[in-house]
């Protein structure tokens, strides 16, 4: 059974994802075709993708990879915790900047610590 009878359309070739992580990315990041296929294979290893070799779409053969239930279960859990850490991401700036602030005033003199 193919990954396009199990999941249809979930499977994405590495030089499409690379494109599109690209293109999504606003031409930040570039990821080149050769890391795509070890970064994958640590998360395959563990059970969150599945994969299958089959041809693109010039015919050259091309390996196809789509998440498991337990990668669909663990990217919902750590796109729960990217939302926590970007919620307090601007609180850390204000404390450091608070901090820093402080820290400036202390050493011109214009703030004493009191003992």
């Not at 991401?89 to 901090?99: C, N, Q």
Request: proline share 3%.
């Amino acid at each position: 059974m193919s990954s396009q009878e199990l999941h249809p359309g979930a499977e994405l070739s590495c030089s499409l994802h690379a494109e599109f992580t690209h293109q999504t990315s606003e031409d930040v990041l570039h990821v080149e075709e050769g890391a795509l296929y070890p970064a994958l294979h640590h998360p395959e290893l563990r059970g969150l993708l599945a994969s299958e070799w089959g041809a693109s779409a010039n015919d050259r053969r091309a390996k196809y990879y789509w998440l498991t239930a337990a990668g669909r279960k663990r990217l919902a859990t750590e796109a729960e915790h990217w939302i926590d850490m970007s919620a307090i991401a601007p609180l850390t700036s204000v404390v450091m900047g608070t901090a820093k602030m402080l820290e400036d005033s202390v050493s011109s003199g214009n703030l004493r610590y009191r003992s």
